[in-house]
C-alpha cells in the first residue's frame, strides 16, 4: 500500500475556530492540506462550522471576516497544490470560505432602483 505525499500546509492562520460544541464533541475544525471537517468529513467550513462561527463572532464581524479571508488564502494554496488540474475555482474557494460571511450581500442590494 503506497502513501500519499501531501504537501505541507504553510504557517498562515491558523485553524483554531469554531470552538467546540457542546465540549465533549469534536470541534468542527479543517484537516489541512485537504480542508475537510475533523467532525463530520465535509468540505471545510461545513455547516456547523458555519453556524458556531457566526455564533462565536457575532459581536465581532470584522474579525470573522478577516479570519474567513485568512483560511481562504491558505485553503487556495493547498487545494491547488494538490490538485492543479481539477480542484476547485477561485470562485468556488471564495464562495466556500468567505462568500457565506458577515459580509454577505443579497442580490437585491446590489440591483439599481431597489
Same mark, same amino acid.
Given at each position: 500500500?503506497?502513501?500519499?505525499?501531501?504537501?505541507?500546509?504553510?504557517?498562515?492562520?491558523?485553524?483554531?475556530?469554531?470552538?467546540?460544541?457542546? !465540549?465533549?464533541?469534536?470541534? @468542527?475544525?479543517?484537516?489541512?492540506? &485537504?480542508?475537510?471537517?475533523?467532525?463530520?468529513? +465535509? %468540505?471545510? /467550513?461545513?455547516?456547523?462550522?458555519?453556524?458556531?462561527?457566526?455564533?462565536?463572532?457575532?459581536?465581532?464581524?470584522?474579525?470573522?471576516?478577516?479570519? !474567513?479571508?485568512?483560511?481562504? @488564502?491558505?485553503?487556495?494554496?493547498? &487545494?491547488?497544490?494538490?490538485?492543479?488540474?481539477? +480542484? %476547485?475555482? /477561485?470562485?468556488?474557494?471564495?464562495?466556500?470560505?468567505?462568500?457565506?460571511?458577515?459580509?454577505?450581500?443579497?442580490?437585491?442590494?446590489?440591483?439599481?432602483?431597489?
Amino acid at each position: 500500500m503506497s502513501r500519499m505525499n501531501l504537501p505541507v500546509p504553510r504557517l498562515g492562520p491558523y485553524p483554531d475556530r469554531p470552538r467546540p460544541y457542546p !465540549l465533549d464533541h469534536p470541534a @468542527h475544525l479543517p484537516i489541512r492540506p &485537504l480542508w475537510l471537517c475533523r467532525a463530520c468529513g +465535509g %468540505p471545510w /467550513p461545513c455547516a456547523q462550522a458555519r453556524l458556531l462561527l457566526k455564533v462565536e463572532y457575532a459581536d465581532h464581524p470584522v474579525d470573522l471576516a478577516v479570519y !474567513l479571508s485568512g483560511l481562504y @488564502h491558505e485553503a487556495t494554496h493547498d &487545494l491547488f497544490r494538490l490538485n492543479p488540474q481539477d +480542484g %476547485p475555482t /477561485p470562485r468556488e474557494l471564495f464562495e466556500r470560505f468567505v462568500g457565506w460571511g458577515p459580509y454577505r450581500r443579497s442580490i437585491t442590494d446590489t440591483m439599481p432602483g431597489t
